[in-house]
């Protein structure tokens, strides 16, 4: 499969990256707004959360309603999230569509109405989604695993808290958009099926005299790290752990993530097998690999029955040790024809293509085609994984667990 | 877009039906074998969901582990799902491995080991399933919901009790096995890159001599529907509804569809906007169409935060119901262009069409091309809808509730 990739930087720093996509429908694109979460003033976390549910009340000519209606008229689906350093909007429509629904992000990304009475019911939802976490404990467990892992701010949760919430009035967060929301450092990308002279130029009309802002700095403090038991009356022990890993743009990366896939790449993985199937330990456990863009880690969730939750821990401990002195060169094999294979089918979504093209720009400053990819997993060697896993062994984990009772956590130690 | 489907049926009552969908890298197959969680024993409940797992470890000539790393070494991406009346083995691969994914599944299904020292961890793991459902309020809800909704055995819940998944033997489910894992009956769908003539010659060769069971029987009670309160110290009310709709088969079924799509289709769907923009009432809010063969529900869900929750209630309820007499002209053309686009985009994924397949040759005994469905929506009239939701109207709710207190239920009997 040939790939057609199309770059344009605006000279205000918003960068346009494309792929087509032969026969498809749809368009999926991605705004990447450099306005993630690690921007929030301290003492107003969930700033970007709220202000990316206020966008959408209203922009243009359009109230709110009339907003939700022209893009539910497009057919768009679209949904918002807010990541460590990006806020990014997300749309994907049939590609006849997409001129409209770029018109209508452009009065979104600059002409938001922001009023003050779509304010407060803005900040009531993000409090109540924090208010929501607590029912949902794997999530808010890995969610805070992350703030004490990364450095402060990467890590920081998204909802903020219900103070920083109470705090928050609509002005300081207009004024937090107006610093932020910013072309400089902002990504579009767009697959599928569109004509590119049109949609650089359209993106050239709408976005190009978009006046830019310099770039937010940003001072980290180090990670608290460290060992966490939040104690909630719950059914199951929720286990996550956390350590240092090689980020996207690293030599080794390719390493990582053939590593976390050996540990967690299908029901033949170690972690499965060992904890799961052999011992019927839990009902989920997986590693999964993510990076920021100066910092990576291995995240491990395993969730289990309270009595079982030390047999689990230690058994889990022992198993990401392990990996560095026996990978095996059947089992690298299996872990590299996953990983290809998943990233291929993966492609196949506008959506995930259009997501996975920002990634690579954010990181790497350019794109990579998936024969790229696909030649650099296959490059990798069994003593390169080694290599890698001796360089950056399991260990100096952050931790955290919710469930009725703590953990003897001396396994980590050793 | 033209498509191309392929239908063939065997003399033991299984079906293969087939899409070639151009320009895409792999290939997806659904196997829907009709022993769905309706045929579990009343007093085994849990007994095809343990039997999906037990299925799994060890096969033909491979033992567990043997079978976990043949399926990964294809990059084979498998889930499996328990549902009313099938149970479905779900598989992506790269198209170039499907034959040797097809062999491993004609193991799975005619020689799975069902080893005694399998059956103990099997069990065990949906206990644990079951046990985990406890930290996953809302989930638990809209499944005891079903159970309340539908005739039993049709809604009965996944995972059994602990009293029945206790009293379970390998002895009896392997019984289970030899009478439900059938061919008569059972639907295998394939969707994109595959050559037909020797995917139908596989089927044939491995699937063809199956010997067939006569179907089972599934005698029915009525629904005990009513209204439940499962009191738990959530942060929020989850507040589940469900009324009678009609089914796929119907008639009226486009009109439910997008009757559906007004509720709840998008931002600017009437639940979204009444009930979480205008009041800020909840978390999430969502209604939702399912069919099963004789009888459908619309499902409402609603989070929120108990001092919120009654509010919440009598809004969605009184949504509910308004559709009926005020539906407009604007509406159900935006509701037309959502469902059809959405219906596009779906389709590229070559999972969800191989899951379409299957669901249209079950429900309907033929498949649906994208056109005649697109032309379907767009044929049907506002006063067909508003005629549909007449004769079906929002009434004689199941409601479930799991949360701090119990609400006024009065807002169901208007």
Redesign the interface.
């Known amino acids: 499969?040939s790939q057609v990739f199309h770059t344009e930087e605006f000279s205000n720093g918003l960068t346009l990256v494309a792929e087509a996509v032969?026969?498809?429908?749809?368009s999926a694109i991605t705004i990447s707004l450099p306005s993630g979460v690690c921007f929030d003033p301290s003492d107003r976390s969930g700033s970007a959360a709220v202000l990316a549910e206020w966008c959408?009340?209203g922009a243009g000519d359009r109230d709110?309603?009339g907003l939700?209606?022209a893009?539910?008229?497009?057919?768009?689906?679209?949904h918002e999230s807010v990541l460590s350093h990006h806020t990014v909007f997300s749309a994907?429509?049939?590609a006849w569509?997409l001129p409209a629904v770029l018109e209508i992000y452009a009065d979104i990304l600059r002409r938001p109405a922001l009023s003050q009475e779509a304010f407060?019911?803005s900040c009531?939802?993000i409090a109540?989604?924090l208010?929501?976490?607590?029912?949902?404990?794997?999530r808010k467990a890995m969610m805070q695993l992350r703030e004490k892992f990364y450095p402060d701010p990467l890590g920081r949760g998204l909802y903020g808290t219900a103070e920083s919430l109470a705090a928050l009035t609509a002005e300081e967060l207009r004024d937090h958009a107006a610093k932020h929301m910013n072309p400089n450092g902002a990504i579009i990308s767009v697959a599928g099926k569109f004509d590119y002279d049109r949609l650089r130029g359209m993106i050239g009309e709408y976005l190009g005299d978009w006046s830019a802002q310099a770039p937010a700095e940003i001072q980290t403090t180090p990670p608290p790290r460290g060992i966490t038991h939040i104690p909630k009356d719950?059914?199951?022990a929720?286990i996550t752990l956390a350590h240092e890993t090689v980020t996207l743009s690293d030599d080794q990366y390719y390493a990582a993530r053939l590593a976390a896939t050996v540990l967690s790449?299908?029901?033949?993985?170690r972690l499965?097998?060992e904890v799961?199937?052999k011992r019927?330990l839990?009902?989920?456990v997986s590693a999964s690999y993510h990076s920021l863009k100066d910092h990576a880690g291995m995240f491990t969730y395993a969730?289990?029955?309270p009595q079982k939750a030390q047999e689990t821990l230690e058994v889990t401990v022992g198993e990401l040790r392990r990996l560095a002195s026996d990978i095996t060169e059947e089992e690298l094999?299996?872990a590299k024809?996953?990983l290809?294979?998943?990233l291929?089918?993966q492609c196949?979504?506008?959506g995930s293509r259009a997501g996975a093209l920002a990634s690579d720009y954010y990181h790497l400053k350019r794109l990579r085609s998936l024969t790229e990819i696909a030649d650099a997993v296959s490059a990798v060697s069994v003593d390169e994984v080694k290599e890698h896993l001796a360089q950056r062994p399991a260990g100096d984990f952050a931790m955290l667990v919710i469930g009725p009772e703590p953990l003897d956590t001396s396994c980590l130690n050793v």
Chains 1, 2 share one sequence.
């Open positions: 499969m032969a026969d498809v429908s749809s959408f009340r709110t309603r939700n209606d893009l539910d008229a497009l057919g768009c689906q679209h994907t429509q049939l569509n407060d019911p009531d939802l109540q989604d208010e929501a976490l607590e029912d949902e404990p794997a719950s059914a199951q929720h790449g299908g029901m033949s993985s499965f097998t799961r199937e019927g839990v009902y989920h969730g289990t029955v094999a299996k024809t996953q290809k294979s998943s291929v089918m196949e979504s506008t």
